[in-house]
Structure formats: C-alpha cells, structure tokens
T-cell receptor, first 113, second 115 residues
C-alpha cells in the first residue's frame, strides 16, 4: 500500500512532555498538510508545506507547535510542553501538483493526561 | 473566508431507502467542493469532488452530489442505503483558483443505517 502513513498511531503522554509525530506522504506528492481533529468536530487546518517550504500556518498553531519537512519528503510535527487541550487526532494529508484533492493518513491520536 | 454548514449532525435511514446529507457553503471565490467519509478507526476517504466542471458529480459507492450555485448548496445523495454506508460524512470547501489551499471542513454528519 502506498498511501499516506503516520507514526505512531496512538500516543499517551503526561502534561508538560514533548511529543513528535511523523508523516510519510504518497511518494510523488509535493504538497503536505497537517490537520487536527477533536471529538465531534471536523478536521481543522494547522500547516502546509510545498516541497520543503512551509507556506502557511494556522493561528491554531501556537508557538509550542513546530513542523518540518526536510528534503521535501516526510514531515514531523512536534508539540512542546503538551497541555490537556492538545488531546486530539492529528491528521496528515498529501496532494500532487495542481490537483485539488488531498489524501489523508490514518492519523495519530494524542492523549495528554 | 470560506465555510461550510452541514445542516444535520445525525441522519438515520433504513437500509434500502434514499440518503440525503445536506451541505451549504460560503465562499468569496469559485469554490471547489468535496465530500469525505470517515469510518470508525479509519482515515478520511474522498467520496467525490466538484471543481467547476459538471454540476452533478458522481462518486464512489453510488454517491452523488449536485452543485447549486443559486442555493449555495452541495447536498450528498444515494438512492439506496447500505449497512456499510454507516459512517461520518464531511462536506469540505476549498478555493478553486488554487489547488494549494487548505481544506475547510464542516462539523460532519453521522449517518446511521438501520437494518
């Protein structure tokens, strides 16, 4: 299967700890997005990369959040000093060229205790 | 700013009866519109998309949606519900002038199918 993959699928951490998630997009896709989904809500945009350049960040992305996409391949999303409000599903999506649709990975479910 | 409003948080239908999931959009630009489905413990899957071509769009698994600019609507329909259709459905809008923009999701409609 060559879809979008995310690791880990589940993460439980204590408040104040740092966590890092990884996303591997579909190999030929140059666009990569991170979204966050809380219970009962639709996904909300966090940030977007085109190749290795981070082109857009949402106001939801506080200074505790940082994302990278070295070499325009996989991406990491790090949350520092986690808070209980960070508990959510973190989704990664990728897209190719000028195509509008995005393909989503299975997500990483974060629980902050 | 773009937004979508899914008019029902939960829809329940009997197996074999038609499905209608309602969505209204707001966009300053020519929109691209999508429906995604999310089954429990599975990733979001694209059902269908509208990108300024034909206003009646056919998707996977027998679903279709009609873009109505005058009503700013993009309702999702299926003639006959199947048990496997039970899932969360999201109406999504994006800026049609650029394929690079993020997707804006509605809050979702949970579809239940009763045997």
């Amino acid at each position: 299967d060559t879809g979008v993959s995310q690791d880990p699928r589940h993460k439980i951490t204590k408040r104040g700890q740092n966590v890092t998630f990884r996303c591997d997009p579909i190999s030929e896709h140059n666009r990569l997005y991170w979204y966050r989904q809380t219970l009962g809500q639709g996904p909300e945009f966090l940030t977007y990369f085109q190749n290795e350049a981070q082109l857009e960040k949402s106001r939801l992305l506080s200074d505790r959040f940082s994302a990278e996409r070295p070499k325009g391949s996989f991406s990491t999303l790090e949350i520092q000093r986690t808070e209980q409000g960070d508990s959510a599903m973190y989704l990664c999506a990728s897209g190719a060229g000028l195509a509008y649709e995005q393909y989503f990975g299975p997500g990483t479910r974060l629980t902050v205790t | 700013a773009q937004s979508v409003t899914q008019l029902d948080s939960h829809v329940s239908v009997s197996e074999g009866t038609p499905v209608l999931l309602r969505c209204n959009y707001s966009s300053s630009y020519s929109p691209s519109l999508f429906w995604y489905v999310q089954h429990p413990n599975k990733g979001l899957q694209l059902l269908l998309k509208y990108t300024s071509a034909a206003t009646l769009v056919k998707g996977i698994n027998g679903f279709e949606a009609e873009f109505k600019k005058s009503e700013t609507s993009f309702h999702l329909t299926k003639p006959s519900a199947h048990m496997s259709d039970a899932a969360e459905y999201f109406c999504v809008v994006s800026d049609a002038d650029s394929g690079n923009t993020p997707l804006v999701f509605g809050k979702g409609t949970r579809l239940s199918v009763i045997a």
